[in-house]
């Protein structure tokens, strides 16, 4: 199975409210997770990153929370627009050999904002 | 600077009938990935290219070919397209397949397998 998974299929907010997406990996030795924005019709696009040396990063609107202890990310969106709409996913690196990473995406939470 | 560019954008084939995806990044990227996107599901990786002249297979590698044809192209090979193949292809490119390092994606070819 996935290392990778997302507790929640689908998300539908407000929009001005906050949106919490979850994921669940299951390596603890995974030291590097990105969340993806991926809108209908287009590629995956990074919205923000974060090592496993830090517990909370923010960006733009957006902050992720690691949780090494239970292996568990958050993506929270703050003020929730329409254009926010669209699939998230997390992924997370894994050393595949040698020097190689390569990254293991969960199935994706689909979040509606409704005006 | 367009990114990561891929043709073409859509695809129809018939069982049997073999194509080329091709995937071109102008971010100087050392490393390349193929992917597949199927409804409901996470992005699976097909092949990647750590580094130019070396690919690599990655979780469902069967039926499929790939070529790092310089550091640029990194082309995917159906030889004998099947049903099962149908699904959103995406390439992807990062500085390299290395530790902390974003991957930065094209906008897809959508393939139909008939």
């Known amino acids: 199975g996935e290392s990778v998974g997302l507790h929640l299929p689908t998300l539908s907010v407000q929009e001005g409210d906050n949106s919490i997406i979850n994921c669940a990996y299951s390596?603890?030795?995974?030291?590097?997770f990105i969340w993806y924005k991926q809108e209908s019709g287009k590629g995956p696009q990074f919205i923000i990153d974060?090592?496993?040396?830090?517990d909370k990063r923010q960006g733009q609107r957006v902050t992720v929370l690691l949780n090494k202890t239970v292996k568990h990310l958050s993506l929270q969106i703050a003020a929730t627009q329409p254009g926010d709409s669209a699939v998230y996913f997390c992924?997370?690196?894994?050393?595949?050999?040698?020097?190689?990473?390569?990254?293991?995406f969960g199935k994706g939470t689909l979040l509606t904002v409704n005006p | 600077n367009a990114g990561v560019t891929q043709t073409p954008k859509f695809q129809v084939l018939k069982t049997g009938q073999s194509m080329t995806l091709q995937c071109a990044q102008d971010?100087?990227?050392?490393?390349m990935y193929w992917y597949r996107q199927d409804p409901g599901m996470g992005l699976r990786l097909i092949y990647y290219?750590?580094?130019?002249?070396?690919?690599d297979k990655g979780e469902v590698p069967n039926g499929y070919n790939v070529s790092r044809l310089n550091k640029r192209e990194f082309s995917l090979r159906l030889e004998s397209a099947a049903p099962s193949q149908t699904s959103v292809y995406f390439c992807?490119?990062?500085?390299?397949?290395?530790?902390?390092?974003?991957?930065?994606f094209g906008p897809g070819t959508r393939l139909t397998v008939l």
């Open positions: 992807a490119s990062s500085e390299w397949a290395g530790a902390y390092n974003e991957q930065f």
């Open positions: 390596n603890s030795a995974s030291d590097y």
């Open positions: 974060i090592r496993s040396n830090m």
């Open positions: 992924a997370e690196n894994l050393n595949s050999g040698g020097s190689n990473y390569k990254l293991t």
């Open positions: 971010m100087n990227h050392n490393s």
């Open positions: 290219s750590a580094s130019e002249g070396t690919t």
